[in-house]
Structures are given as structure tokens and as C-alpha cells.
């Protein structure tokens, strides 16, 4: 079965009469192997009976705007879920023999193992679909109840150019850009886990003032990042040049900012220090954290010996969480009541309109008053789920004497904290999600998901 549906013969073309599924036209260019043998593998796979499904599965997911496939495999069968704007989305099951079946097709075309089932394998291949092109990456993993694969799934060339193209208010946008393009600082960029950190990192970097002054990023070659325009790279790496050497090399350059992906260890820190209160110098670097408080204390907790020194420099950290995005197509504008206002701690007349989703009934309730099926317009944009795309929330945490003195003050407290910076004005993720849901960005209900949701 092929999610509920008779499995036919396979076929690249066929017409509605033939007995034939139609596959998708999507030829894999798998990478890590030579164009001789990827061919030769490719050709082999047309021919495998699990070829339709293995096609179908990833067509299906890109054409629902998916950027993972998860397949969980058991005695059983196969789970698969597609997920599409952060929400994971479960599909019919398949049988065993139908999920053995496509996934030796993926394992053989991208030149792996299909009898291995327990040790990690990864893949990648390339693939231009609905005239898009595709670098899809491939991982499978033994798991007690059986095997794990995960595709995720991304496009060739990034559709995001700015941060406002992400949902920044542009109030904020303007006063980080200050901050990144500042002089004498340490500037902070963070995210929870899964929450697009490395996106608004790129982001971030591309649109920073790189043309008048010469930015260098420093970093271990293990981790090694795409690359930035206008950014000079240099790495570090086991058995090779150390983290300190690299630093030693890249100072007598004179660069104007630092870019570190990570602080790496004491020796770095103090010398960065140096650069910053000594050669005038700028620098940027990330952590994974939940919000731009928790980014600003873990930076100190994981540097003590600096933790003063670093706090007197930094100027600001950023954060963000990843939401649904409505539809602009089908998004409906209502009044919020005065209990709802209420509720949500704003005065009457603030917020005149909010925004929610359409989102039709399920087919069982799509009856009249006799019980006879009637007809529901579904909107042609996102199918009927009310979202398209996502959006982040960001809070900017601006660094001050003042913010800087409470710091020190609440280091052990971090809601204390948070409460300080929000009576000194500081908006947080609440804030800027009513703000995005009066705007008709998103909705209150996805705004109170994100803010409910564990990220640690």
C-alpha cells in the first residue's frame, strides 16, 4: 500500500487508463560518488520495485512544502511524517515490504549500505523539482524499535534575504544593525535549539556593513559554515593550526571585527578582550539559548574567569523563536474582547484587530442540516491549513550601564533579571507577538504555542 492507495507499476508517464501510477519526474545527482557511477546507480534504482514509492515519498514532501522526512521502520512496517512549517504531519502507514522496499532504492542510490541497519549512514543528492533546485541530505541511524531516517530537505539558493524577510519589525532591525555595526562591543546572536539560529546567523552577517571595514570569522574547520560575502575565513583544526595560533595570525591583519561562531576557550576570550578594549576592535558570536537573557548569563557561566570583563563589552544579544506564519490569502481579522485584552494585559483600544487562520471543518462535518455533504471552499494557497511559511519573533536586548549593573545583580535570578529589563521597556517574545499578530502576521494561538513550548 502506498499511504492507503493500491500500489501500481511503476511508470515515468502514464494516462488515467493505463493500470500506472505516474512518478515524478525527480532525478537524483547523488554526491560523494563519481557522475559515472552515480548514473550507473541511478539507472540500476529505475528498475527496483521500490523506485515509485522512494520518488513519490520526497516529490509529495516538497511539493507540501516540507523541510524534513522523518520514516520511523519496525517489524511492522514504516511511520512517515512530513514536516511543514515546524508542524509534524503523520502519512498512512506503509508495510514492510513496501518500506524495505524504498529504502534500499535510497541507500543504493546514494551509494550507501542497504544491509547495514544499525550504524549511522549519510547521503546527499541534489535534485531540481517543480523548477527549483533542491540539495536534499540523507541520514539513517539503528534506534531500539528499529531504524531512523530523516531527509531534510532545502533549497539550492536561500528564498530568505533579510531579516525583515523573517518577520523583524523594522524598529528592531534598525537598532540591531547599530548594535552589529557598532565599534568597540561584543555583540550576541542566539536561538534555542531547532529554532533557526543558523539562519538568522547568516542573515544577520549578510546584511552587516562589510563593505568599509574588514570582517574576519574564525572557526574550527569541523564546523565550518557556508560561507559569508565579504568575509575573510579562517579555521583551526585537530592536528593543525590551534584556535590560538589561528587568533595570533588573523590579529596581525588588523581586521576590524571578529566574527566567532563560538568563544572557544580562556585563551581566545583574553584575547579577544585585548582586541576589543585595546585595539578599538568589534566582534560577533552565537550560543544556543532560550531567550536573550538566558544567551547574555550562559556566556558569563561559561567564561568565569572573563564574565566581568566580557559583560563590560558586550552591547546586545538577540534571540528569536520560529512560528507559523497565516495566510495571507484566507487570514480572518476580528475584535478581541475586553476580557480577552484583559487577559492578555493590554488596555482597551490598544489593539484594535487581531488575526486568526481559516480553517475548514473536517470532511465528517461538512453536512447541512440533513446530514447531506455540502460543498467547502478551501483556500487554493495553503490547502486549507490556514498558515503558509514561518516567521521568527525577535527580542533585542540592549546592554547599558544600568542593564549591565542588574546583570551582575540578578545573575543567579534570571527572572528577576527578565523583570528588570522588561520595567526598563525591553520587549520580549510576548510583546512582539502581539505586535506580529495586530500586524496580521500570525496569530495569538501560534504566538501562545511557542511561548508554552519546552526549549530546552
Same mark, same amino acid.
Given at each position: 500500500?502506498?499511504?492507503?492507495?493500491?500500489?501500481?507499476?511503476?511508470?515515468?508517464?502514464?494516462?488515467?487508463?493505463?493500470?500506472?501510477?505516474?512518478?515524478?519526474?525527480?532525478?537524483?545527482?547523488?554526491?560523494?560518488?563519481?557522475?559515472?557511477?552515480?548514473?550507473?546507480?541511478?539507472?540500476?534504482?529505475? /528498475?527496483?520495485?521500490?523506485?515509485?514509492?522512494?520518488?513519490?515519498?520526497?516529490?509529495?514532501?516538497?511539493?507540501?512544502?516540507?523541510?524534513?522526512? &522523518?520514516? =520511523?521502520?519496525?517489524? /511492522?512496517?514504516?511511520?512517515?511524517?512530513?514536516?511543514?512549517?515546524?508542524?509534524?504531519?503523520?502519512?498512512?502507514?506503509?508495510?514492510?515490504?513496501?518500506?524495505?522496499?524504498?529504502?534500499?532504492?535510497?541507500?543504493?542510490? !546514494?551509494?550507501?549500505?542497504?544491509?547495514?541497519?544499525? $550504524?549511522?549512514?549519510?547521503?546527499?543528492?541534489?535534485?531540481?523539482?517543480?523548477?527549483?533546485?533542491?540539495?536534499?541530505?540523507?541520514?539513517?541511524?539503528?534506534?531500539?524499535?528499529?531504524?531512523?531516517?530523516?531527509?531534510?530537505?532545502?533549497?539550492?539558493?536561500?528564498?530568505?534575504?533579510?531579516?525583515?524577510?523573517?518577520?523583524?519589525?523594522?524598529?528592531?532591525?534598525?537598532?540591531?544593525?547599530?548594535?552589529?555595526?557598532?565599534?568597540?562591543?561584543?555583540?550576541?546572536?542566539?536561538?534555542?535549539?531547532?529554532?533557526?539560529?543558523?539562519?538568522?546567523?547568516?542573515?544577520?552577517?549578510?546584511?552587516?556593513?562589510?563593505?568599509?571595514? =574588514?570582517?574576519?570569522?574564525?572557526?574550527?574547520?569541523?564546523?565550518? =559554515?557556508?560561507?559569508?560575502?565579504?568575509?575573510?575565513?579562517?579555521?583551526?583544526?585537530?592536528?593543525?593550526?590551534?584556535?590560538?595560533?589561528?587568533?595570533?595570525?588573523?590579529?596581525?591583519? /588588523?581586521?576590524?571585527?571578529?566574527?566567532?561562531?563560538?568563544?572557544?576557550?580562556?585563551?581566545?576570550?583574553?584575547?579577544?578582550?585585548?582586541?576589543?578594549?585595546?585595539?578599538?576592535?568589534?566582534?560577533?558570536?552565537?550560543?544556543?539559548?532560550?531567550?536573550?537573557?538566558? $544567551?547574555? *548569563?550562559?556566556?558569563?557561566?561559561?567564561?568565569?574567569?572573563?564574565?566581568?570583563? &566580557? &559583560?563590560?563589552?558586550?552591547?546586545?544579544? *538577540?534571540?528569536?523563536?520560529?512560528?507559523?506564519?497565516?495566510?495571507?490569502?484566507?487570514?480572518?481579522?476580528?475584535?478581541?474582547?475586553?476580557?480577552?485584552?484583559?487577559?492578555?494585559?493590554?488596555?482597551?483600544?490598544?489593539?484594535?484587530?487581531?488575526?486568526?487562520?481559516?480553517?475548514?471543518?473536517?470532511?465528517?462535518?461538512?453536512?447541512?442540516?440533513?446530514?447531506?455533504?455540502?460543498?467547502?471552499?478551501?483556500?487554493?494557497?495553503?490547502?486549507?491549513?490556514?498558515?503558509?511559511?514561518?516567521?521568527?519573533?525577535?527580542?533585542? !536586548?540592549?546592554?547599558?550601564?544600568?542593564?549591565?549593573?542588574?546583570?551582575?545583580?540578578?545573575?543567579?535570578?534570571?527572572?528577576?533579571?527578565?523583570?528588570?529589563?522588561?520595567?526598563?521597556?525591553?520587549?520580549?517574545?510576548?510583546?512582539?507577538?502581539?505586535?506580529?499578530?495586530?500586524?496580521?502576521?500570525?496569530?495569538?494561538?501560534?504566538? /501562545?504555542?511557542?511561548?508554552?513550548?519546552?526549549?530546552?
Amino acid at each position: 500500500m502506498i499511504f492507503g492507495k493500491k500500489k501500481k507499476t511503476a511508470s515515468s508517464s502514464t494516462d488515467s487508463n493505463s493500470g500506472e501510477i505516474e512518478v515524478p519526474n525527480l532525478e537524483i545527482k547523488a554526491s560523494g560518488v563519481s557522475k559515472d557511477e552515480a548514473v550507473g546507480l541511478l539507472l540500476a534504482c529505475k /528498475q527496483l520495485p521500490g523506485y515509485p514509492v522512494a520518488i513519490i515519498i520526497v516529490a509529495n514532501a516538497i511539493a507540501a512544502r516540507a523541510d524534513r522526512i &522523518l520514516m =520511523d521502520f519496525t517489524a /511492522q512496517g514504516a511511520v512517515v511524517r512530513y514536516r511543514v512549517d515546524g508542524i509534524w504531519e503523520t502519512l498512512p502507514a506503509l508495510d514492510r515490504q513496501t518500506a524495505d522496499s524504498m529504502l534500499v532504492v535510497w541507500k543504493k542510490v !546514494l551509494g550507501l549500505n542497504p544491509a547495514e541497519r544499525k $550504524a549511522r549512514q549519510d547521503g546527499k543528492f541534489a535534485t531540481n523539482f517543480k523548477e527549483i533546485d533542491w540539495v536534499i541530505t540523507f541520514m539513517s541511524t539503528g534506534v531500539p524499535s528499529g531504524e531512523r531516517v530523516l531527509f531534510s530537505i532545502d533549497r539550492k539558493k536561500p528564498v530568505l534575504k533579510t531579516l525583515i524577510d523573517l518577520g523583524m519589525r523594522e524598529a528592531v532591525e534598525t537598532s540591531f544593525k547599530q548594535m552589529l555595526n557598532g565599534n568597540q562591543g561584543l555583540v550576541v546572536i542566539s536561538g534555542p535549539p531547532t529554532q533557526g539560529l543558523p539562519t538568522t546567523w547568516r542573515l544577520a552577517l549578510d546584511n552587516a556593513d562589510k563593505f568599509v571595514r =574588514d570582517w574576519v570569522l574564525i572557526e574550527n574547520k569541523k564546523n565550518q =559554515d557556508p560561507e559569508i560575502i565579504n568575509v575573510t575565513d579562517y579555521y583551526y583544526e585537530d592536528g593543525g593550526e590551534t584556535a590560538e595560533q589561528v587568533f595570533e595570525k588573523v590579529r596581525l591583519k /588588523q581586521p576590524d571585527v571578529f566574527i566567532l561562531p563560538s568563544l572557544i576557550n580562556s585563551n581566545i576570550v583574553e584575547a579577544l578582550l585585548h582586541q576589543i578594549n585595546k585595539e578599538q576592535k568589534h566582534a560577533v558570536t552565537r550560543v544556543v539559548a532560550n531567550d536573550a537573557i538566558d $544567551a547574555v *548569563l550562559k556566556i558569563l557561566k561559561e567564561n568565569p574567569k572573563h564574565a566581568k570583563a &566580557l &559583560l563590560a563589552v558586550m552591547q546586545g544579544a *538577540l534571540n528569536q523563536r520560529l512560528l507559523r506564519r497565516l495566510c495571507d490569502s484566507c487570514k480572518q481579522g476580528y475584535q478581541p474582547s475586553p476580557q480577552l485584552l484583559q487577559k492578555l494585559g493590554l488596555p482597551a483600544g490598544r489593539v484594535p484587530k487581531l488575526y486568526k487562520p481559516t480553517i475548514p471543518p473536517p470532511p465528517e462535518e461538512r453536512v447541512d442540516a440533513k446530514g447531506n455533504p455540502i460543498e467547502i471552499e478551501i483556500c487554493k494557497k495553503c490547502k486549507g491549513k490556514g498558515y503558509f511559511g514561518r516567521m521568527a519573533l525577535f527580542e533585542l !536586548l540592549t546592554i547599558d550601564d544600568t542593564m549591565r549593573q542588574a546583570i551582575l545583580k540578578y545573575a543567579g535570578s534570571p527572572d528577576d533579571l527578565r523583570k528588570f529589563a522588561k520595567q526598563k521597556g525591553h520587549a520580549g517574545f510576548f510583546e512582539e507577538g502581539i505586535l506580529a499578530c495586530a500586524l496580521g502576521m500570525t496569530s495569538l494561538e501560534e504566538v /501562545q504555542r511557542i511561548l508554552q513550548a519546552k526549549t530546552a
